[in-house]
């Protein structure tokens, strides 16, 4: 409802104040005409949300970045298809092949433009609140999937785990500290190996993402994301904890998300 009111705002006051595409030359009332392409692109907005775009997200798991791109620009052509019949209505335009062509044009140019905003919009509205919708899991393939960590103290003790349990590796000077889930509860296991020997003991596994120099995360597990391009925390197991990523990982970090 909010952003179907403000596309409508959009429209009226771009017409009203800057008067593009000939509509300076309209004689009639200029402020009702705003209204009513303002109002038709309200009605169209909320009728495509409801009918188009809800049962879309809701039958379309998981919900990608390019499903919203094309939604949007879907709904932008839907509402210059409307509002051309009402140019034609209310200027007497003679209806034409040419003159909807031009429409549908100036829609998708449009179209591009606020499809480009609300998608980059919502991707940072996404990645900060919702990542975990966007990222490419490997959960379900890896519910059997169990690890074994080496620590490489002569009477050490290796760490075998559920792979879905596993939710950071921490470097700490000559150890590391390894983060994971037992039962539902934190866990915090510190063993004597780099965070290098670590990584190669699941380098077979895509989900493991190095995010820092002394950082390492396991995607899965990612639940949301703080911060801007200059540097992320991601939360993980649902906001348990909270890992930083490094400015130098951010571009592998959105490698990860369709």
């Keep these: 409802m909010v952003e179907s009111l ?3 705002a959009v429209v009226f006051l771009i017409l009203y104040f800057l008067q593009p595409f000939g509509f300076s030359t309209y004689e009639g009332n200029k402020l009702l005409a705003s209204f009513l392409f303002g109002a038709v692109t309200f009605l169209c907005c909320l009728a495509f949300r409801f009918l188009v775009f809800i049962p879309l997200q809701k039958h379309v798991r998981p919900w990608r970045i390019w499903h919203e791109a094309l939604t949007v620009l879907m709904m932008v052509l839907f509402i210059g298809i409307c509002n051309f019949f009402l140019a034609v209505r209310l ?23 606020v499809g480009g905003v609300s998608t ?4 940072s509205r996404h990645l900060r609140g ?10 379900e393939e890896q519910k ?12 050490g003790n290796d760490l075998t785990l559920p792979i879905n349990d596993l939710l950071y590796i921490e470097a700490q000077k000559n150890n590391v500290a390894v983060c994971y889930l037992q039962d539902g509860e934190l866990e915090r296991a510190e063993m004597q190996t780099t965070l290098a020997a670590v990584l190669a003991d699941l380098a077979g596994y895509h989900n493991i993402f190095q995010c820092h120099r002394s950082f390492a995360v396991n995607v899965n597990n990612i639940s949301a994301a703080r911060g801007n391009s ?18 130098s990982y951010v571009s592998k970090l959105k490698s990860y998300i369709s």
């Design 144 to 155: 059997d999937v169990r690890v074994t960590l080496h620590d490489t103290r002569v009477r």
């Design 130 to 139: 919702q990542l975990d919708t966007l990222l490419d899991k490997t959960t």
């Design 91 to 113: 200027f007497q335009f003679p209806l034409s092949w040419e003159l909807f062509l031009m429409f549908l044009y100036w829609a998708l140019v449009v179209g591009v433009i």
């Design 120 to 123: 980059a919009v919502s991707y």
């Design 6 to 8: 403000r596309n409508c």
């Design 230 to 247: 200059n540097g992320y925390t991601l939360e993980l197991g649902g906001g348990v904890v909270a890992v930083p990523v490094s400015r």
